[in-house]
């Protein structure tokens, strides 16, 4: 609900607090007054563009501030918490403009963008002027009218959501398959190169292995004629080397009982002894591995080639980086079979999808076809009260294939003379008409759409008498459970008001401004006579003004 709207330094208006009632707000006044300049400004707080023209002293900033209280609006609550706005008891949006043009938006304090202030006070307000009647001419608003009123908003959500992800799925289909279609082109020469990979098996750390194999096979005559040496020298010849120190480990042995130190040192020639015959062992043994063999060195040098040139085709630094371009092949080629089986799942997901999604849309189109003559008996009634007789409204709903917003292709057609001839509103109503057709349309769904403050601007231009009379009654019908706000030439409406504003201009300073205050119950009844009977209204108008008003 909104109950309060402060405004400065806008347009003719220099500062202004205005409160409204819970129920039924009406604004009159005189001609030019800046009735309408209150909406425009309101719109400022609400998310409409600004521009300079709207200042009204260009050396102070332009404000504008709209408090409303927010109880009980889910989705309002939900947008809160997405936008990190604080809940509060009270709502204040706000709108500040600086002579640079610079606009800054807020939201209990909180700054936002114009898009976040325009989206919460769309679910604050529904904000009805002149030639917001076109709206009605709109697919997707009589889609929505169609759907409150058919209790099917829900329904509508869930389809959203289950077609949001089946759109989703379905690009993600196309890019997998595009995908697979350029890997397709790829695939062959993949596999090649992964197939001289997989032949050449390059292992970590086999080009060092490699390498020093290579150099001990080009240097086996001289390791072996070297070793051979050594272990001669050890064990065979006329005086083998471990024969003499094992003479000479046994004179030590001989002697020790002479003296103490010679324990220690014949043990330490025994010592050498066993290390030098281990070490000739290990030399004979060596040496009957170490062969002299071409053919390895040939295999050797040709598997070295063959890492090279792949190392240089693929324009690597060394052999071993062949082994991670290898494994990513193999992952390159695994993931084409990845792709398939993530495109066979998508293309699963897709069929339940679309089979959930004509399940909630078929169940929304029955909804649709069955509330069509509910609410256009409705429609015809309410047309009558508010002076349309022989005016009827036709809904057509044309079953077709899943689209955003269900099956249905939806068509508001309307009759103003009974004349059997239904043609799309824009073509067959007048601006009034349609004022009134928006306003029983509204009504009707008011409480489907979560719509706590219903604002119409002049929605009663083009009518008069009973009519508007009739209008007043459906607005006061309205306000028993909306907060409704009207601005009105209409005396029939405006003697519904339970809380009647009066704008009108004043001389501050030498500047014409706008002013507006609350009319007390006298004042009110004065208001609607004038609007009646003229400026000086006759004691008839003032009776006819208080019966309006029920107040004889």
Same mark, same amino acid.
């Given at each position: 609900?909104?109950?309060?709207?402060?405004?400065?330094?806008y347009?003719?208006?220099?500062?202004?607090?205005?409160?409204?009632?819970?129920?039924?707000?009406?604004?009159?006044?005189?001609?030019?007054?800046?009735?309408s300049?209150?909406?425009?400004?309101?719109?400022?707080?609400?998310?409409?563009?600004?521009?300079?023209?709207?200042?009204?002293?260009?050396?102070?900033?332009?404000?504008?501030?709209?408090t409303?209280?927010?109880?009980?609006?889910?989705?309002?609550?939900?947008?809160?918490?997405?936008?990190?706005?604080?809940?509060?008891?009270?709502?204040?949006?706000?709108?500040?403009?600086?002579?640079?043009?610079?606009?800054?938006?807020f939201?209990?304090?909180?700054?936002?963008?114009?898009? &976040? +202030?325009? /989206?919460? =006070? !769309?679910?604050?307000? $529904? *904000? %009805?002027?002149?030639?917001?009647t076109?709206?009605?001419?709109?697919?997707?608003?009589?889609?929505?009218?169609?759907?409150?009123?058919?209790?099917?908003?829900?329904?509508?959500?869930?389809?959203?959501?289950?077609?949001?992800?089946?759109?989703?799925?379905?690009?993600?289909?196309?890019?997998?398959?595009q995908?697979?279609?350029?890997?397709?082109?790829?695939?062959?020469y993949?596999?090649?190169?992964?197939?001289e990979?997989?032949?050449?098996?390059?292992?970590?750390?086999?080009?060092?292995?490699?390498?020093?194999?290579?150099?001990?096979?080009s240097?086996?005559e001289?390791i072996?004629?070297?070793?051979?040496?050594?272990?001669?020298?050890?064990?065979?010849?006329?005086?083998p080397?471990?024969?003499?120190?094992?003479?000479?480990?046994? &004179? +030590?042995? /001989?002697? =020790? !009982?002479?003296?103490? $130190? *010679? %324990?220690?040192?014949?043990?330490?020639?025994?010592?050498?002894?066993?290390?030098?015959?281990d070490?000739?062992?290990?030399?004979?043994?060596?040496?009957?591995?170490?062969?002299?063999?071409?053919?390895?060195?040939?295999?050797i040098?040709?598997?070295?080639?063959?890492?090279?040139?792949?190392?240089?085709?693929?324009?690597?630094?060394?052999?071993?980086?062949?082994?991670?371009?290898?494994?990513?092949?193999?992952?390159?080629?695994?993931?084409?079979?990845?792709?398939?089986?993530?495109?066979?799942?998508?293309?699963?997901?897709?069929?339940?999808?679309?089979?959930?999604?004509y399940?909630?849309?078929?169940?929304?189109?029955?909804?649709?076809?069955?509330?069509?003559?509910?609410?256009?008996?409705?429609?015809?009634?309410?047309?009558?009260? &508010?002076?349309?007789?022989? =005016? !009827?409204?036709?809904?057509?709903v044309k079953?077709?294939?899943?689209?955003?917003?269900?099956?249905?292709?939806?068509?508001?057609?309307?009759?103003?003379?009974?004349?059997?001839n239904?043609?799309p509103?824009?073509?067959v109503?007048?601006?009034?008409?349609?004022?009134?057709?928006?306003?029983?349309?509204?009504?009707?769904?008011?409480?489907?759409?979560?719509?706590?403050?219903?604002?119409?601007?002049?929605?009663?231009?083009g009518?008069?008498?009973?009519?508007?009379?009739?209008?007043g009654?459906?607005?006061?019908?309205?306000?028993?459970?909306?907060?409704?706000?009207?601005?009105?030439?209409?005396?029939?409406?405006?003697?519904?008001?339970?809380?009647?504003?009066?704008?009108?201009?004043?001389?501050?300073?030498?500047?014409?401004?706008?002013?507006?205050?609350?009319?007390?119950?006298?004042e009110?009844?004065?208001a609607?006579?004038?609007?009646?009977?003229?400026?000086?209204?006759?004691?008839a108008?003032?009776?006819?003004?208080?019966?309006?008003?029920?107040?004889n």
């Amino acid at each position: 609900m909104l109950q309060r709207l402060l405004i400065q330094n806008y347009a003719i208006i220099s500062a202004l607090e205005i409160d409204f009632s819970s129920k039924l707000s009406i604004i009159t006044g005189e001609t030019g007054a800046g009735k309408s300049i209150l909406m425009g400004a309101l719109g400022l707080a609400l998310g409409n563009r600004a521009d300079l023209s709207q200042l009204g002293d260009r050396a102070k900033k332009l404000i504008v501030e709209a408090t409303f209280t927010s109880q009980g609006n889910s989705n309002l609550k939900e947008l809160l918490l997405e936008s990190d706005i604080d809940i509060d008891a009270e709502l204040i949006l706000r709108r500040e403009i600086a002579a640079n043009g610079k606009s800054r938006c807020f939201v209990n304090d909180t700054p936002v963008s114009l898009g &976040v +202030l325009e /989206s919460i =006070a !769309s679910l604050l307000v $529904d *904000l %009805h002027q002149q030639f917001d009647t076109l709206q009605l001419g709109n697919k997707d608003f009589q889609r929505t009218l169609l759907d409150a009123s058919a209790g099917s908003m829900h329904l509508m959500n869930e389809y959203a959501k289950l077609y949001t992800e089946y759109v989703d799925v379905s690009k993600k289909i196309v890019l997998l398959k595009q995908q697979i279609a350029k890997a397709d082109q790829e695939r062959e020469y993949t596999l090649f190169l992964l197939t001289e990979l997989d032949e050449l098996n390059w292992l970590e750390g086999e080009g060092k292995q490699l390498e020093e194999e290579l150099n001990v096979l080009s240097h086996a005559e001289q390791i072996r004629d070297g070793l051979s040496t050594i272990s001669y020298t050890l064990t065979d010849g006329e005086q083998p080397m471990l024969a003499k120190l094992k003479n000479m480990q046994s &004179v +030590l042995q /001989s002697l =020790a !009982s002479y003296h103490a $130190d *010679l %324990h220690s040192m014949a043990s330490r020639m025994g010592a050498a002894y066993l290390e030098l015959k281990d070490l000739s062992g290990e030399l004979q043994s060596m040496m009957n591995k170490i062969l002299v063999d071409e053919k390895r060195m040939d295999q050797i040098n040709e598997r070295l080639s063959n890492s090279q040139r792949l190392v240089k085709k693929h324009g690597l630094v060394s052999a071993d980086e062949l082994v991670a371009l290898r494994s990513g092949f193999h992952k390159e080629v695994k993931s084409l079979e990845h792709v398939q089986d993530e495109l066979d799942a998508c293309e699963k997901e897709k069929n339940l999808l679309v089979d959930q999604a004509y399940k909630v849309a078929n169940e929304i189109h029955e909804k649709r076809v069955k509330q069509v003559p509910v609410l256009e008996k409705s429609t015809k009634e309410l047309l009558a009260r &508010v002076g349309m007789p022989n =005016a !009827s409204l036709k809904i057509e709903v044309k079953k077709g294939e899943l689209s955003p917003v269900g099956l249905d292709q939806i068509s508001f057609l309307f009759d103003a003379n009974k004349s059997g001839n239904y043609e799309p509103l824009h073509k067959v109503a007048s601006g009034g008409e349609l004022s009134r057709l928006m306003l029983i349309l509204k009504s009707l769904v008011a409480d489907s759409l979560e719509m706590p403050t219903l604002i119409f601007d002049e929605i009663d231009t083009g009518i008069s008498g009973e009519a508007a009379r009739q209008v007043g009654l459906l607005m006061e019908e309205l306000a028993d459970s909306h907060q409704l706000i009207s601005i009105t030439h209409q005396p029939q409406i405006a003697a519904k008001a339970d809380y009647h504003l009066y704008v009108f201009k004043r001389e501050v300073n030498g500047m014409i401004t706008t002013g507006i205050k609350q009319l007390l119950p006298d004042e009110s009844i004065m208001a609607v006579a004038r609007m009646l009977a003229g400026e000086n209204p006759s004691e008839a108008a003032i009776a006819s003004a208080k019966e309006m008003m029920g107040r004889n």
